[in-house]
């Protein structure tokens, strides 16, 4: 058995990213819409593709360069250099082959560049978790390995818990810290401010859908009522 690895969990931004892709098979399609949906500038290096990703090349979503990994590529030293890289941010090894991946993977880590592995996560810089979206709320779920089957499992308990109301929820939540932000510059004072908006009964009112949106005047009238609050 191997440790448990320490990860560390982060969220990227990948907008006008340039990510690589090694291989064109159905992982390399699932990498390659995460990373889409992220805002990524996506290269596929791969002899074929699916024909998910063929639509996406004919589509000019992602740039195609059909042959097999060279030596170099990571680096855009290679074909890649004809799509415009100067340094890929991230990167995905998914081809069929071990040792290939394995290739892409050691180059990669000593260019900088954070890479995942798709058939040993032991060679990942970093791996990808199940994901539940609700708007701003991003609940993301890993086993460190232990796979995919239970990870499902756990992430549909998380849909459950976290219903579609949390969509409203988080934004209104978003929508007010901004106003407090601009309205009060006292630290603490914002923080009783932020801790006060937190206690707000909210998600309730949304589940019951008797929640209206909080126009200007409302916000103004309740940052006022609050903000003179001795705690
Ligand atoms: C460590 C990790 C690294 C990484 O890839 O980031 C990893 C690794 C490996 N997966 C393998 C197999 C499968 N992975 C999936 C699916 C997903 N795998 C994902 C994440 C991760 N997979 C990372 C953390 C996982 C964790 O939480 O523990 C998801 C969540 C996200 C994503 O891939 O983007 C996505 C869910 C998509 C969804 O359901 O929505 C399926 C099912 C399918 O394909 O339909 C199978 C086949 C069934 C099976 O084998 O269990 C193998 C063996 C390969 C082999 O033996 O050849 C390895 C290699 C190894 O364990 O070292
Ligand atoms: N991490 C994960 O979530 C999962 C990982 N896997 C592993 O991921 C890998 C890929 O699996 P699939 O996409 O299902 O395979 P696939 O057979 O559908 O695709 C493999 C792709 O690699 C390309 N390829 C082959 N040699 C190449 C080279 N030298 N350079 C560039 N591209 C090359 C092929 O053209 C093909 O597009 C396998 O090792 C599999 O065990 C499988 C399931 C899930």
Partial sequence: MSDII??????????????????????????????????????????????????LARLDRIHWIARHYESGDVLGSTGAERSGVKRYFLVHAATIHA???????????????????????ESSSFI?????????????ITTSGAGPVVGRRLAGELEQHFGQEYETYIE????????IKQVVQDPAERRRLLERASELDILEEIRQERFCWWEEPRIEEWIAQHRGEIT
Avoid at 42 to 55: A, D
Avoid at 172 to 179: D, E, K, M, V, W
Wanted: charged share 25%; glycine share 8%; net charge positive.
């Fill in 6 to 55: 320490p990860y560390v969990p982060v969220m990227l931004d990948c907008r006008n990213q340039h990510c690589l892709i090694v291989g064109g098979g159905k992982v390399a399609e699932r990498k390659a819409r995460n990373l889409l949906r992220g805002g990524a500038i996506i290269t596929v290096i791969s002899p074929k593709l699916s024909s998910e990703l063929q639509e």
């Fill in 99 to 121: 040792d290939v991946n394995r290739q892409v993977a050691d180059e990669a880590r000593c260019a900088g560049i954070p890479v995942n592995v798709a058939d040993h996560h």
């Fill in 128 to 140: 990808n978790p199940m994901v539940i979206r609700r708007g701003r709320l991003i609940a993301s």
């Fill in 172 to 179: 209104f939540l978003y929508y007010l810290r901004h106003r």
